[in-house]
């Protein structure tokens, strides 16, 4: 199989033009399925509304200044915690050497008693 003839090569690229011209129209047409129309917003540039603004700015303020003493908050809590983890390990330590002791005190008692 050759290629098109030269003569008829106008003839395929004009085909192709318009069936490329009836698919764009056909998906023009019967291509879009419109859902419920999309909610119409409204910028306050262009509305005007900017002097409205002051209530919105103070509640991004106030909740920047929460944010803030939670992260505050937070940091303390994790102090606590370290000085709580570091007092828990002094008890345990002082309850090992109190049952050492106990030991050792019987240890002696025992042994004064086998000397008598």
Excluded: C
């Amino acid at each position: 199989m050759d290629s098109i003839p030269v003569d008829f090569q106008w003839l395929g690229g004009a085909a192709f033009a318009i069936a490329i011209a009836v698919l764009a129209a056909w998906s023009k047409v019967f291509g879009k399925k419109e859902g419920p129309p999309a909610p119409k917003v409204q910028e306050f540039y262009a509305s005007g509304q900017l002097a409205d603004m002051g209530p919105v700015k103070e509640l991004v303020e106030s909740v920047g200044l929460v944010m803030q003493q939670m992260v505050r908050t937070n940091i303390a809590l994790e102090e606590t915690s370290k000085g709580i983890h570091h007092l828990v390990q002094t008890y345990e330590k002082h309850l090992a050497e109190e049952q050492r002791d106990r030991e050792i005190a019987e240890e002696v008692a025992r042994q004064l008693k086998e000397k008598r």
